[in-house]
Structure formats: C-alpha cells, structure tokens
C-alpha cells in the first residue's frame, strides 16, 4: 500500500465580455440570492434557505465564467467536492468520505431535471445547456432510494422561455483543441417554446506537462513512474466528442404543461494513455455515446401539484483491441436505463407534503470479440436490477416561520436478475428483497442572518446482481511486458449477502447579511456491510470468488464555505467578491475484524478559494485556486498478482 501525495494547486482564470449596451434581465439574474433559490431536487420546492442540510448551488453565472471541459472539471474547479478523473474521458465523485466510483454502484446519485442522468461518468456530461447545479450533501435514500449514501448531484437545464435568442461561442487553445458551442431557443408561440443546444470539442495533439508546471516530482517519484525528465508528452491521449441538447414545452392550459427532451453525447477515438502520466503505457482506444430522452406532464389542481414522468436513456461504449488502423471492437457494453415516476405536492397554509411512485430499471449487457468476426465470451453474464419505490416526504413550518421540520421515509422493492449464458456456464438466476430507509431535519431561524440545521438519516447501496446471484466462470489470457498470463476465474454471488448501509448526522450553523455570507457543517456517518471480494472461499471444484459484508467505517468532517461582496465600497456598480470553500475530513477510517485502517482513494482535505470581479453589465471574471490533499491508494503488482 502506498501513500501518494496529490497537492495540487491550479490556476483558472477567465473572463467573459458582454456586447449589450446596457443592463438586461439576464445580467441581473446571474448575481440573484442563491438563498431564494428553488431546490428541484428536494422534491418539496424548498428554497436553498428552507433546507435542512447542507445544499451547494453552481449558479449560472459560475458555470460561464469557469473554464471547464465537462461537468467533472467543472465540479473539480469551483466546489470542495473530491473529483477523480481518469485518463480516457471518466470521472468520478467523492461525497464526504465515500470513495469515487465511475461503475454501476455509485454512491452518489447523478440527474438531470431530477431524473437519472443514464450515466455515473461525470466527463460525459456536457455543461452547454447548464442552467445551476444543486448539490445536496448526505443521506438521501429516502428520497431517491439505492446509491444515495453521499449525496445527490441534480444538474438544472437551461429554460425556454422568453424572446427567441440564438449565442454561439468559439475557442481555440493549447495542445490545437478546438470547440464550438450553439445556443438557442425561446418561445415559438405563447404556448410553444424550445431549446437547442450543440457542441463540439477536439483535441488533436497529445497533451504535453513542461518542465514549468506546477508538477513538481521527486527523484524517487519519477523513477516509481517511469520517466527522468521533465518535459512529458502523453502519448495517445487526443480525443473528440459531440453533445446535442433538445427540449420542446407546451402549455396545454394555464394549469397542464408538457415537457419533452432529448439529449445526445458522442465521443468518437477516445484514446487512453493507459496509467497515469504513461507509467505503464497499456494505449487503448474506445468510442462512446448515450441517448437520453423524457417526457414529463405537470398539472396545477387547487393545492395540488401533480407530475408524471417517463424516462429512457441507453448509454454505449465500443472497446477496439488496438489503436491501429486495422483495429476492431472487441468489447461493446450497454447500459440501458428506464421508468417513470409519478408525484403528487400538497401545499397547506405554509406547509407542503410530497407522496410518489418511482420505478427504475437498469440492464447491463455487453459482448466481446477474439476477432473481427468470432464472439467469445464475455467478462460477466448480462444482468439487470429493478427498483419499485413510495415515498411521503414532509417539511412543517411553525412560529411564523423561524421553524421548518422535516421528514421522510422511503420503501424499495428490488429485484435483481442474471440472463443465462452457455459461453459463461452461467444459469438463469434471480434475487428478491426489501429497503426501507428514513429521514428527519430541521432549521431555525435565530435571527433574519442567523440559522441552525441539523438532519439524520439512513441510506443504502444495494448489491448487484452477480454479487447476489452470480455464478459463472471466466478464463482469460494477456500479455504484459511480454510475458503471456492465463487463468480462470470462477464467480459465485452470496444469496446472503446485505447491502451497504449508513447512518448519518449533520449539524449545521448559517449566516447572511448584506453581502457577507458563511456556512460550516459538521457531519459523522457511521458505514456498515461494505461489500468486498472474498477469494478464500473453494469447493468440490477449486477455489472461487465470491462476496461478502465486511468493513465497517466510520467518517467525519468540516464543511465550511465563505464570502464577501466588497461591491458597497463602489456604490454597487462593481462586484469585487472573495471567497473560499473547504471540506475537512478528520476522520476516514475502516475496520475490519481488530485491523483498523485508513479509507483508501478518499482525500482528507479539499478546498478552492478565489475571486470573482463583475461590473454587472458587461464584464465577468474569476480567479480561482485549488488543492487538494493527500490520499491512500491500492497500487497492483501484476507479476505477482498481488496488491499493495
């Protein structure tokens, strides 16, 4: 096991000029109290003030003035979050103390316009049609069932309403990347309206770190890495990629809209250059793309405020089994995920109630290739997991509104299924159970600047499907360093084994006045039956791999954000505004039997401060720096199949 130290101190700075020759609503709206703001995610139309836990809000006026490639970059550059990235367009979320994860079984979970985004890899997720971005910290199960054991990160789009407007945005730089953005939409007639969103970015050379980064590496560092010198090019890390965003609304009524969007992400010779900074230069090539549409009906009856949505989405990568012109896909995996979901928001005097039905569906299938036109087979068998959920969620305000109390409890129904597959030796298998999860918070107003908080709630991460039902055997063969390795492994699923589950507390203290603001939060969760791999099981056969509960963790941390307008001191016509977001986690350990140990791949200290400068017209600008600390990693040694 080794400890790599991953200080990192970035630089962004970024500006924007607008042409209008006065003040528009726009403008205005970008420098609006993000303490009014409505936070979708919390399925109780609750202002960001009424909330019960921490919530972060990316405003639009951030999201267009950072220098960001993707969403992943994007949370990288202007919050405390921990993002991983990975050479070959992935990345991946840490939310207080929950490793990051781009697979299946995340642990936060990912939307768009509140429902599944049809992907956990952050890099895919364009931010061209980004309107804000509410990230909710903590235990959300209750709302959003399985994988909400961090938190939940809902990405708002962009409205279509008002004048028909069309914005198109052009940039070159570095390393010959090339990007093109078109914007547009408005209203068509009273009741129709649309949005049209499209991207394209490229990068043709291979990204190069010089000798003057802010990369600074030890003798010892760049000999466990592989290189002695200090000018790096990272050979076959070039790529392109396409998003194309569609929304059309109509007004039925004054009481019934209608709402149906498309959205369309490409990413065409995406190049890995294998491990970081090519230490080991396994070069691999891949395309990716995902479809994603919904369809979503609102109507307004008294008190009432019902809504139902489907949703579809299908999310496909293609592996080639070299970077050659004569290559050919030897892996293709789909992950198709649909429902619906169905709710009904009562408001009473200044009280609200949201009851709801969600259904989701996700299967997982994938096929491999020896060659251009012989199957063989897969890594896994074809597997799908459904979830049927109700829930009632509730917020009560009391003493004229100084307290909001609110509460919660979901239950899941899920069902776990495994195809059969003859090149597999795997038969035709399923597992059934049962979640049920809760909430509870509250907020008080000790003065009109001054607030407390404070929630607790359970979530879980269900097993997938071969971890509960597997039972299959897979052989193998590769060559590394020039050295031919084969084997088989065999997989059995745990019919016994629990899903993951937490329970945590957050204590929180807000204040705001004028143009002075400050947030801390403190949290502890308590992680229990995390599910790893357990190779000492065997039978009549030879040994096998199976799962099991194991660890149980244990993190707690300080979340503080801070920030001052100075514009007061230029008779409000200039915005000079400091700030600084940070995430401590003090503690981040794991036990397992009497070994207690570290939390691998989480990092102990994140944080960004910066500057933003507006004259609130025309000129936008922001200055930003970011570190994050160090963390503890599993490193593999392939020779002797053995990590460390």
Same mark, same amino acid.
């Given at each position: 096991?080794?400890?790599?130290?991953?200080?990192?101190?970035?630089?962004?700075?970024?500006?924007?000029?607008?042409?209008?020759?006065?003040?528009?609503?726009?403008?205005?709206?970008?420098?609006?109290?993000?303490?009014?703001?409505?936070?979708?995610?919390?399925? =109780?139309?609750?202002?960001?003030?009424?909330?019960?836990?921490?919530?972060?809000?990316?405003?639009q006026r951030v999201i267009e003035n950072t220098s960001a490639n993707d969403l992943g970059d994007l949370l990288k550059k202007t919050t405390g979050i921990d993002i991983v990235e990975y050479p070959?367009?992935?990345?991946?979320?840490? =939310?207080?103390?929950?490793?990051? @994860?781009?697979?299946?079984?995340?642990?936060?979970?990912?939307?768009?316009?509140?429902?599944?985004?049809?992907?956990?890899?952050?890099?895919?997720?364009?931010?061209?049609?980004?309107?804000?971005?509410?990230?909710?910290?903590?235990?959300?199960?209750?709302?959003?069932?399985?994988?909400?054991?961090?938190?939940?990160?809902?990405?708002?789009?962009?409205?279509?309403?008002?004048?028909?407007?069309?914005?198109? +945005?052009?940039?070159?730089?570095?390393?010959?990347?090339?990007?093109?953005?078109?914007?547009?939409?408005?209203?068509?007639?009273?009741?129709?309206?649309?949005?049209?969103?499209?991207?394209?970015?490229?990068?043709?050379?291979?990204?190069?770190?010089?000798?003057?980064?802010?990369?600074?590496?030890?003798?010892?560092?760049?000999?466990?890495?592989?290189?002695?010198?200090?000018?790096?090019?990272?050979?076959?890390?070039?790529?392109?990629?396409?998003?194309?965003? +569609?929304?059309?609304?109509?007004?039925i009524s004054d009481a019934v809209t209608t709402s149906l969007s498309y959205s369309y992400f490409e990413g065409d010779d995406v190049r890995n250059p294998g491990s970081v900074l090519s230490a080991?230069?396994?070069?691999?090539?891949?395309?990716?793309?995902?479809?994603?549409?919904?369809?979503?009906?609102?109507?307004?009856?008294?008190?009432?405020?019902?809504?139902?949505?489907?949703?579809?989405?299908?999310?496909?990568?293609?592996?080639?089994?070299?970077?050659?012109?004569?290559?050919?896909?030897?892996?293709?995996?789909?992950?198709?995920?649909y429902g619906a979901q169905l709710n009904d928001l009562i408001s009473f005097n200044n009280h609200k109630i949201t009851i709801g039905i969600d259904y989701k569906k996700d299967d997982y299938t994938?096929?491999?290739?020896?060659?251009?036109?012989?199957?063989?087979?897969?890594?896994?068998?074809?597997?799908?997991?459904?979830?049927?959920?109700?829930?009632?969620?509730?917020?009560?305000?009391?003493?004229?509104?100084?307290?909001?109390?609110?509460?919660?409890?979901?239950?899941?129904?899920?069902?776990?299924?495994?195809?059969?597959?003859?090149?597999?030796?795997?038969?035709?298998?399923?597992?059934?159970?049962?979640?049920?999860?809760?909430?509870?918070?509250?907020?008080?107003?000790?003065?009109?600047?001054?607030?407390?908080?404070?929630?607790?709630?359970? +979530?879980?991460?269900?097993?997938?499907?071969?971890?509960?039902?597997? +039972?299959?055997?897979?052989?193998?063969?590769?060559?590394?360093?020039?050295?031919?390795?084969?084997?088989?492994?065999?997989?059995?699923?745990?019919?016994?084994?629990?899903?993951?589950?937490?329970?945590?507390?957050? =204590?929180?203290?807000?204040?705001?006045?004028?143009?002075?603001?400050?947030?801390?939060?403190?949290?502890?969760?308590?992680?229990?039956?995390?599910?790893?791999?357990?190779?000492?099981?065997?039978?009549?056969?030879?040994?096998?791999?199976?799962?099991?509960?194991?660890? @149980?963790?244990?993190?707690?941390?300080?979340?503080?954000?801070?920030?001052?307008?100075?514009?007061?001191?230029?008779?409000?016509?200039?915005?000079?505004?400091?700030?600084?977001?940070?995430?401590?986690?003090?503690?981040?350990?794991?036990?397992?039997?009497?070994? @207690?140990?570290?939390?691998?791949?989480?990092?102990?200290?994140?944080?960004?401060?910066?500057?933003?400068?507006?004259?609130?017209?025309?000129?936008?600008?922001?200055?930003?720096?970011?570190?994050?600390?160090?963390?503890?990693?599993?490193?593999?040694?392939?020779?002797?199949?053995?990590?460390?």
């Amino acid at each position: 096991m080794k400890t790599l130290l991953s200080a990192i101190c970035i630089i962004l700075i970024t500006s924007s000029a607008f042409a209008e020759n006065k003040k528009d609503d726009d403008n205005i709206k970008k420098h609006v109290n993000l303490q009014e703001v409505i936070i979708n995610a919390s399925r =109780l139309g609750l202002k960001l003030k009424n909330m019960p836990g921490k919530v972060e809000i990316i405003p639009q006026r951030v999201i267009e003035n950072t220098s960001a490639n993707d969403l992943g970059d994007l949370l990288k550059k202007t919050t405390g979050i921990d993002i991983v990235e990975y050479p070959g367009m992935l990345s991946g979320i840490s =939310l207080r103390g929950f490793s990051p @994860k781009t697979g299946e079984n995340n642990y936060t979970v990912i939307l768009i316009d509140g429902v599944p985004a049809g992907t956990t890899n952050i890099a895919t997720i364009s931010l061209n049609n980004i309107e804000s971005i509410e990230i909710l910290k903590g235990p959300y199960s209750s709302l959003y069932g399985s994988q909400a054991m961090g938190g939940i990160i809902n990405i708002v789009t962009k409205k279509n309403t008002g004048d028909l407007q069309t914005n198109i +945005a052009v940039a070159y730089g570095s390393f010959d990347k090339q990007s093109l953005n078109i914007n547009m939409g408005g209203n068509l007639t009273k009741k129709l309206s649309f949005r049209l969103a499209a991207q394209r970015e490229k990068q043709n050379t291979n990204y190069e770190i010089g000798e003057n980064s802010f990369l600074s590496l030890s003798k010892d560092e760049k000999t466990f890495l592989g290189f002695d010198k200090d000018d790096i090019n990272i050979t076959n890390s070039t790529y392109s990629k396409d998003n194309f965003d +569609a929304k059309l609304n109509y007004n039925i009524s004054d009481a019934v809209t209608t709402s149906l969007s498309y959205s369309y992400f490409e990413g065409d010779d995406v190049r890995n250059p294998g491990s970081v900074l090519s230490a080991y230069p396994y070069l691999t090539i891949k395309d990716i793309n995902r479809h994603n549409t919904s369809f979503k009906i609102t109507a307004k009856k008294g008190n009432h405020h019902l809504s139902a949505t489907t949703f579809y989405s299908i999310d496909r990568s293609k592996d080639y089994n070299s970077i050659e012109k004569s290559k050919f896909v030897n892996l293709e995996k789909d992950y198709k995920v649909y429902g619906a979901q169905l709710n009904d928001l009562i408001s009473f005097n200044n009280h609200k109630i949201t009851i709801g039905i969600d259904y989701k569906k996700d299967d997982y299938t994938s096929k491999r290739w020896d060659d251009s036109n012989v199957p063989t087979s897969p890594y896994n068998p074809d597997y799908f997991n459904s979830k049927f959920a109700g829930y009632i969620q509730t917020n009560l305000n009391f003493m004229d509104n100084k307290l909001s109390v609110s509460g919660g409890v979901r239950g899941d129904i899920i069902k776990l299924e495994i195809a059969e597959d003859e090149l597999l030796a795997s038969d035709k298998q399923s597992e059934k159970y049962n979640e049920i999860n809760y909430n509870i918070g509250a907020r008080y107003d000790i003065t009109k600047e001054l607030s407390v908080y404070s929630s607790w709630g359970t +979530a879980f991460l269900s097993p997938t499907a071969l971890q509960k039902a597997g +039972a299959y055997e897979f052989s193998y063969t590769y060559f590394w360093d020039g050295v031919e390795y084969a084997g088989t492994n065999r997989y059995k699923g745990n019919t016994d084994l629990d899903p993951e589950t937490s329970k945590s507390l957050e =204590l929180g203290i807000n204040y705001s006045k004028n143009n002075f603001s400050a947030n801390v939060s403190w949290f502890s969760t308590d992680y229990t039956n995390k599910i790893t791999d357990d190779k000492s099981k065997s039978d009549e056969f030879g040994p096998y791999i199976t799962y099991k509960n194991s660890e @149980k963790a244990t993190m707690k941390g300080l979340e503080a954000e801070l920030s001052y307008d100075l514009k007061e001191f230029f008779d409000n016509n200039i915005s000079i505004e400091p700030y600084v977001k940070w995430s401590w986690l003090y503690e981040a350990t794991e036990k397992n039997g009497d070994v @207690k140990s570290s939390l691998l791949y989480v990092k102990r200290h994140n944080g960004i401060f910066g500057m933003r400068i507006s004259d609130m017209d025309k000129f936008d600008s922001n200055i930003s720096f970011k570190y994050a600390g160090e963390r503890k990693e599993m490193d593999f040694d392939i020779n002797n199949n053995n990590p460390f």
